[in-house]
Each structure stands twice: as structure tokens, then as C-alpha cells.
């Protein structure tokens, strides 16, 4: 009897030993998510931003946390920074050294989140690639890059020589640097073509002197708590009111003469995000941020050129991309519109 309980107690021990062995071996084969570190979301700061600061994608970082939204962070948010990328190859370690090399657009990666990564401004990335549209990149682009190229890092100090452009320092908010100028956080917000006020990142150029050839006549103003959108064919300007308040007030590329604007008092019928538009001599996808106000009449962005202030259309009103998304989401079904010399 004693043998046979001997028997059955190694027969036991045995077993507790291959089924421990085969749990180690089950985990070995989990693959496990490295995080190096956490980050506690300052005021001002975006994704994107600290996405750069830790040299990781912002989509990495987003999956990382559960983050469905990029926008929607918080001041005292704990994030978990991955180690590493999120498994795509991402070009961005041919200039490391000084001088100039090239990066390769990855999925999640942007113009401004690129020019942080190498110590550039987005409009000194944008110039050194002959680009005009900071929205208008693709996968597998090839875009040169010349580090230490960038702003002063220095906080509140990186304004250019006219001080009309106040490019973003690290910890900065909207409404920080329009007290600095003067502003309102909706006149800044308004000069940009801004919607979301939380939206700024590192690197960012803004403008914070409107342009000097915007004429505002306040005749135009609709009556209190009424949207209009103004368009003055003879300035190539656009202004949006609400009520007496400028809300966004920038220059547009109208119809030439040979395909001219229409003039005349008529309201927003129609919106769409995106379209297709196909007419005698053009043929353009992905036309952003579409608002018709009389038959085949639109309001939307132009990613194409970057002449604004000069008529370059077949009749609709040429805003930039930023500047359309803006007027987009402001202005509802129904919104009057006055176009006139």
C-alpha cells in the first residue's frame, strides 16, 4: 500500500510539473506589449505633440490608450507611451546626423508631426518640398527633410521677423498666445480657420495679424444672432458674420471672367464632406468640404493651389482646406449668403 501511494504521489508531482511547463510555455508565446514609460497630459498639449516628444506615431500612441478620437484628451491623463512603432516602417532616421536626407510618409503620419520629429517648422518642410497644401500627404510619399533647421526652442519666443506668425511652443494653449497678441481665442481661432480650440501641436504656424488687404464692411453685418456668409468679388475676400461679430474673414479664389461667380442673395442648400467634381476641362477627387448655395454654385476647399486672392474658378468659391472645414461645421443648412462687387 505504501508503494502505491508513493506511486500516485510522483505520478501527481509529475503531472503539476507538465502542466506548469505547459502554462510557461503558453505565455512565452503571448506576445506582450512593452511600455517604457507614462505621460501625465499637460495643459495645451496634444497627441500629436507628445506623440513627437516621445518619437512614436500618433496612431501607436492612440491604439496604445484606447483612444478613438485624437482630439479628446485630457489635462491629467495618464498615457501609456509604446515601446517603439505600431509595426510599419517609418523612414526617419536618414538625416539623424545633421545636414539634409529623406523620410517616407507612414501611415498616421502628418506634415506638422514630421517637421516636429526633425526639428523643422511645417512651413519650412512645406517650402523645402514645394508643397502649398499642409493637409495633402500620402503613404509612401518621399519628403526631404533638413534637420535642425527648426524654430528656437525657447517658449513664447518663435515669431517671424513681421510678427504676423507665432509658431506653437511645447505647453502653449490657444488662448495663451491670443492674450499675447491681443486677441480673442475666437478672432485667433477665426484668422486660422480653426474649429476645435484644443486642436494645437507643437510646431504649428499661426497668424495672428490679419491679413492687411481684408476690408470688413460692417453694412454687411446680418441682424443679431443671424448667420451670413459675405463674399465681395471685387477684394476677393470672404467674411462670415454672426450677427455683428466677424467669425472668419480671409481672402478666396472666385470664377474668372470667363466663368464667373454668380451675384446675388441665396442660402446653403446642400453639404457635403467630400465630392467628386467633373466639368469641361477638369476632373478633381476629393473635393473637401462642399456647401452649395445656388444650383451648381459651392463653397469648398481647394488643395490644388494656393493663389488665393486671385479668380481661379469655374464659378464656385475657392477657400483653403482649413479655412472651408471651418465654414463647414459653422455654418448650417439654410445659412444666407450675399455675393457682390
Given at each position: 500500500?505504501?508503494?502505491?501511494?508513493?506511486?500516485?504521489?510522483?505520478?501527481?508531482?509529475?503531472?503539476?510539473?507538465?502542466?506548469?511547463?505547459?502554462?510557461?510555455?503558453?505565455?512565452?508565446?503571448?506576445?506582450?506589449?512593452?511600455?517604457?514609460?507614462?505621460?501625465?497630459v499637460?495643459?495645451?498639449?496634444?497627441?500629436?505633440?507628445?506623440?513627437?516628444?516621445?518619437?512614436?506615431?500618433?496612431?501607436?500612441?492612440?491604439a496604445?490608450?484606447?483612444?478613438?478620437?485624437?482630439?479628446?484628451?485630457?489635462?491629467?491623463?495618464?498615457l501609456?507611451?509604446?515601446?517603439?512603432?505600431?509595426?510599419?516602417?517609418?523612414?526617419?532616421?536618414?538625416?539623424?546626423?545633421g545636414?539634409?536626407?529623406?523620410?517616407?510618409?507612414?501611415?498616421g503620419?502628418?506634415?506638422?508631426?514630421?517637421?516636429?520629429?526633425?526639428g523643422?517648422?511645417?512651413?519650412?518642410?512645406?517650402?523645402?518640398?514645394?508643397?502649398?497644401?499642409?493637409?495633402?500627404?500620402?503613404?509612401?510619399?518621399?519628403?526631404?527633410?533638413?534637420?535642425?533647421?527648426?524654430?528656437?526652442s525657447?517658449?513664447y519666443?518663435?515669431?517671424?521677423?513681421?510678427?504676423?506668425?507665432?509658431?506653437?511652443?511645447?505647453?502653449?494653449?490657444?488662448?495663451?498666445?491670443?492674450?499675447?497678441y491681443?486677441?480673442?481665442?475666437?478672432?485667433?481661432?477665426?484668422?486660422?480657420?480653426?474649429?476645435?480650440?484644443?486642436?494645437?501641436?507643437?510646431?504649428?504656424?499661426?497668424?495672428?495679424v490679419?491679413?492687411?488687404?481684408?476690408?470688413?464692411?460692417?453694412?454687411?453685418?446680418?441682424?443679431?444672432?443671424?448667420?451670413?456668409?459675405?463674399?465681395?468679388?471685387?477684394n476677393?475676400?470672404?467674411?462670415?458674420?454672426?450677427?455683428?461679430?466677424?467669425?472668419l474673414?480671409?481672402?478666396?479664389?472666385?470664377?474668372?471672367?470667363?466663368?464667373?461667380?454668380?451675384?446675388?442673395?441665396?442660402?446653403?442648400?446642400?453639404?457635403?464632406?467630400?465630392?467628386?467634381?467633373?466639368?469641361?476641362?477638369?476632373d478633381?477627387?476629393?473635393?473637401?468640404?462642399?456647401?452649395?448655395?445656388?444650383?451648381?454654385?459651392a463653397?469648398?476647399?481647394?488643395?490644388w493651389?494656393?493663389?488665393?486672392?486671385?479668380?481661379?474658378?469655374?464659378?464656385?468659391?475657392?477657400?483653403?482646406?482649413?479655412?472651408?472645414?471651418?465654414?463647414?461645421?459653422?455654418?448650417?443648412s439654410?445659412?444666407?449668403?450675399?455675393?457682390?462687387?
Amino acid at each position: 500500500m505504501a508503494n502505491a501511494r508513493l506511486d500516485r504521489n510522483s505520478f501527481l508531482i509529475r503531472l503539476s510539473l507538465l502542466v506548469v511547463t505547459c502554462m510557461l510555455a503558453l505565455l512565452a508565446a503571448i506576445p506582450v506589449q512593452a511600455y517604457a514609460t507614462t505621460h501625465v497630459v499637460q495643459p495645451g498639449e496634444s497627441l500629436s505633440e507628445i506623440a513627437a516628444y516621445y518619437g512614436v506615431t500618433m496612431s501607436a500612441l492612440a491604439a496604445a490608450n484606447g483612444i478613438g478620437n485624437s482630439d479628446y484628451i485630457y489635462t491629467g491623463q495618464q498615457l501609456v507611451i509604446p515601446d517603439g512603432s505600431d509595426g510599419y516602417s517609418r523612414d526617419l532616421s536618414s538625416g539623424v546626423s545633421g545636414g539634409s536626407g529623406y523620410v517616407t510618409v507612414g501611415r498616421g503620419d502628418s506634415l506638422s508631426l514630421i517637421a516636429a520629429l526633425n526639428g523643422m517648422t511645417t512651413r519650412e518642410l512645406m517650402q523645402l518640398n514645394g508643397l502649398s497644401d499642409p493637409n495633402h500627404v500620402w503613404i509612401g510619399q518621399q519628403l526631404l527633410v533638413s534637420h535642425g533647421s527648426g524654430a528656437s526652442s525657447s517658449a513664447y519666443e518663435t515669431v517671424s521677423s513681421d510678427g504676423s506668425v507665432h509658431v506653437v511652443q511645447r505647453g502653449q494653449t490657444l488662448s495663451q498666445i491670443a492674450q499675447r497678441y491681443g486677441l480673442s481665442m475666437q478672432q485667433l481661432m477665426a484668422i486660422n480657420g480653426l474649429s476645435n480650440p484644443n486642436h494645437v501641436y507643437v510646431g504649428q504656424e499661426l497668424q495672428v495679424v490679419a491679413e492687411s488687404s481684408s476690408v470688413i464692411d460692417s453694412s454687411y453685418a446680418p441682424v443679431a444672432g443671424s448667420k451670413r456668409i459675405e463674399v465681395n468679388l471685387a477684394n476677393q475676400t470672404l467674411t462670415a458674420w454672426y450677427g455683428g461679430s466677424v467669425v472668419l474673414n480671409t481672402t478666396i479664389s472666385s470664377g474668372t471672367d470667363y466663368t464667373p461667380t454668380v451675384t446675388g442673395r441665396y442660402t446653403i442648400s446642400s453639404k457635403y464632406p467630400t465630392q467628386r467634381m467633373v466639368g469641361r476641362g477638369y476632373d478633381i477627387p476629393d473635393v473637401p468640404w462642399v456647401m452649395y448655395f445656388w444650383d451648381g454654385y459651392a463653397f469648398h476647399g481647394a488643395y490644388w493651389h494656393n493663389n488665393f486672392g486671385t479668380p481661379m474658378s469655374h464659378g464656385c468659391v475657392h477657400l483653403r482646406p482649413s479655412e472651408a472645414e471651418y465654414l463647414f461645421n459653422w455654418a448650417d443648412s439654410g445659412t444666407e449668403v450675399h455675393v457682390h462687387w
